[in-house]
């Protein structure tokens, strides 16, 4: 037997429940991981508490949890290559990280994937890097950030946002980033001049960015990219992760499956490079899922959440 979390109900960390489950094997065009980390995201507790949100993924229930996971290959089916038993990797499989093992089709496909762990980054920072790495690449790359940009990040200080201000500021851009003054200090220290969200955003924006802000990106809602209309961004320099299909003024929206191939590549290298870091805010151990998602519910997370198996 092997351990996985699985929910047979919708809703919050209480209906997680850590169950052993019959231990999966891989099949001929499979490749089997032991997991050693997983790496939480906003999407991973709204895809356990929404059944709409469920649906778009093709998930029903029970379901497993977690998206995001970093561990090694000990199981090779018939007919894989680029593949051994020892490999490090990590990846992404929707609805099913948070186990002791995952089964992976390989070549993998949405919502699965697999990318092997290059040497100098552990498995906790690996296993943070899909979701959140690939979706503030692709928030970046829709707005067409280029050195000299003056750009406003809404969300700075989450797990999203720790990799777009980092990215922006090595394209050369200048980074001002909504989040409560509680991130103030940490935002500094990742490179962005912070301000507080909520009433009043555009004004204080204005005396941060006295000659204007070119671009923006919300990751959080809308706030961002209406404050970013309002101080006459165009919408094509808007773009939005989580405001749905149609963003106000015709911002663009976009997800991480939007992001160039070479996404991963670049963010590791520059990991690698010391140019960016990867704040691990919170680790637990998969017995403690519920705390880990409660603590990742609330919001108030600077940087990211782990789950360690």
Known sequence: MSRAVIHETFGGPEVLELRDVPEPHAGPGEVRVRVAAVGLNPMDWLLAARPESAARFGITLPSGFGSDFAGVVDEVGDGVTGLAAGDRVYGGAVGKA????LVIKVPTATPQMLWHAP?????????????AGLS???????????SGDTVLIGGAAGGVGVFAVQLARLAG???????????????RRLGAEPVAYGDGLADRVRALAPGGVTA???????????TALALGVPPERISTIAAGPNPPGG??????????????EHITGAILAGEL????????????VRDAVA???GRHVHGKIVITL
């Open 119 to 131: 040497d100098g980054i552990g498995d906790e920072v690996a296993s943070t890097l899909p979701v």
């Open 277 to 288: 870091t990867v704040p691990i805010a919170a680790t637990f151990p998969i017995e403690k």
């Open 295 to 297: 603590l990742q519910a």
């Open 98 to 101: 948070a186990a002791d093992f």
């Open 216 to 226: 923006a990106t919300d990751l959080f809602g809308t706030e961002t990219a209406e």
């Open 136 to 146: 503030a690449a692709a928030a970046l790359a829709a707005i067409g950030l280029r």
């Open 173 to 187: 851009a200048t980074v001002i980033g909504t989040a409560s003054e509680g991130t103030f200090d940490f935002l």
């Open 251 to 264: 911002a663009r929206a976009t997800g991480g499956f939007d992001a160039r191939p070479d996404a991963l």
